[in-house]
């Protein structure tokens, strides 16, 4: 593997990034302007140096303590002896992220600090912002999170408390995976192992329910969509942050069609199906997406080499179109209950999704949404050409063409309401609404 020495003149210059933005509403449930400024400012000093691609000690003025601060937005690759909690060697594209950092921020760079909470923290690290000190302007105002987006050598990372800049960051961390920048180039560290592996994956991010109650319920489908097998032996699984990866075990291959899930949870492997597995992670590892924040996270599929190989990440930022867009539809929604315990009549509620296309659909990552109640089809969920599938609202055994969304009671408004399938990037493909009770509680 092959490391170092890639940073370019553009990447390495230190870039002035003066934020003010205006969100999509589908991306942060507001179209307020954001501007780095409007970032409560924490601590201003000078660096002492950066230690690893997304972390710096810094001395703040008039103290003698030396800090760790952990960049906000942006998540490098680990390099060895510093917070690597699962390599003991460096990972592809750490050593050039390290080396970006330095030639931005070297010793002695005037450095502001800005965080929603004073008290953000990550691993004995405050978690910040990091703006540098440009003569020109004669302001803070070098972004150091958004020199990093561009270059193409950081995941993002997005946290709840903190996501007053993750939209920019998302969008110029989208724009360098397109343009196959850094580790967005599989070939970015070497020779690419198994070149001819062909895979999807897709994140299953909300799960059924109370998430922290339900870890399992989130997970993620790896599936081999080409012609070859492909050996994931000793392939690392992980998110954006370092809480929980997993690793395929010795001996794991995927023939054509065949797939795996991954659970975020505990579990014995192969168990209640031979397509099983789990990350055994004590709580959660996807955020779900926000209405007041813009929120998410994604699913990085990294060979031996540790080079990023494919990935799902959400929610959408550019060309958010989808392949089951016309394809697969809501074609009916029961409001309507009239049985006496609360569990025969949620199951009297239901929705009907259908195919009306002319080829198979997988609803890997798909979602039905009402309000703030989600269900995501089964893994593997497959609907033929004008097959249908029936979601019901209540408990029950799922078949091939029923599930159930887990429901103890009712769920539906029978006067006023809506119903949503999205996919896991939040891309709307169908949706109905209701504002009057039919006779039948059938709409359509």
């Not at 972390?55 to 002896?81: A, C, M, Q």
């Not at 055994?280 to 060979?303: K, Q």
């Not at 269900?375 to 091939?400: C, D, H, K």
């Not at 006023?416 to 939040?426: F, I, K, P, Y």
Request: aromatic share 10%; with cysteine; proline share 5%.
């Amino acid at each position: 593997m092959r490391i170092g020495g890639r940073i370019g003149a553009a990447t390495a210059a230190a870039v002035a990034f003066a934020f003010a933005l205006v969100l999509p509403a589908n991306a942060a449930g507001t179209n307020a302007a954001v501007s780095y400024t409007d970032i409560p400012l924490q601590e201003t000093g000078q660096v002492i140096e950066a230690v690893d691609g997304d972390t710096l000690k810094f001395i703040e003025d008039g103290s003698s303590t030396v800090e760790k601060i952990r960049l906000l937005g942006v998540n490098t690759p680990e390099v060895t002896g510093f917070n690597n909690a699962h390599f003991d060697s460096n990972m592809c594209g750490g050593i050039d992220a390290w080396h970006q950092l330095q030639r931005l921020l070297p010793a002695g760079t005037r450095v502001q600090l800005r965080s929603a909470s004073h008290d953000s923290s990550n691993r004995g690290r405050a978690l910040r912002y990091v703006f540098a000190w440009d003569a020109t302007t004669g302001q803070y105002d070098v972004d150091v999170q958004a020199a990093i987006a561009r270059s193409g050598l950081a995941m993002w990372f997005a946290l709840d408390a903190e996501a007053a800049l993750s939209y920019p960051y998302r969008l110029m961390i989208d724009q360098a995976q397109s343009a196959g920048a850094g580790l967005w180039n599989p070939g970015y560290c070497g020779p690419v192992e198994q070149p001819d592996a062909h895979l999807s994956v897709v994140v299953s991010w909300d799960a059924p329910g109370i998430d922290n109650e339900n870890l399992n319920g989130e997970f993620v489908v790896v599936r081999n969509t080409g012609a070859s097998d492909v050996d994931l032996s000793g392939w690392l699984l992980r998110d954006s942050s370092l809480t929980s990866w997993f690793h395929f075990a010795p001996g794991t291959v995927l023939a054509p069609a065949d797939y795996r899930i991954v659970h975020v949870g505990s579990g014995t492997p192969g168990v209640p199906d031979t397509h099983d597995l789990y990350i055994n992670s004590p709580e959660p590892l996807f955020p779900n997406t926000s209405d007041s924040s813009f929120l998410g996270d994604g699913a990085y599929l990294l060979d031996r080499n540790t080079a990023v190989r494919f990935y799902d990440e959400y929610p959408c930022v550019s060309n958010c179109g989808d392949a089951l867009t016309g394809r697969v539809v809501i074609t009916k929604v029961n409001a309507k209950s009239r049985a006496k315990s609360p569990a025969a009549r949620a199951n009297q509620e239901f929705v009907v999704v259908k195919n009306v296309g002319s080829t198979p659909a997988l609803l890997d990552g798909y979602y039905l949404r009402r309000t703030a109640s989600t269900y995501p089809f089964m893994a593997n969920t497959w609907l033929q050409p004008g097959e249908s599938m029936t979601v019901r609202i209540g408990r029950g055994t799922p078949s091939e063409h029923l599930q159930y969304w887990g429901q103890p009671s009712t769920l539906l408004d029978d006067a006023h309401d809506c119903v949503s399938l999205l996919s896991n990037e939040n891309v709307k493909i169908s949706e109905v609404h209701w504002t009057k009770p039919s006779e039948t509680g059938l709409h359509q």
